[in-house]
């Protein structure tokens, strides 16, 4: 259960950086704006996760 969390964490961490994706030569602003709502939807869902992990884990004490 312990490396689960680590997952959802590192997925989260992955989320933000993939939000906070600079625009550059490679990268033009419409890919920039995709990766930022990938970035987002994946931070959103990874914290929703570990939420739920954290009610599971109070509740089973």
Known sequence: ???LAL??????????ALANVPTSAVITPAVADFLGLVGGI???VFSA???VLGV???LKQ
């Open 1 to 3: 259960m312990h490396h």
């Open 7 to 16: 997952v959802y964490l590192y997925c989260v961490v992955a989320g933000f």
């Open 42 to 44: 994946a931070m959103v």
């Open 49 to 51: 996760a570990l939420l």
């Open 56 to 58: 599971k884990a109070l």
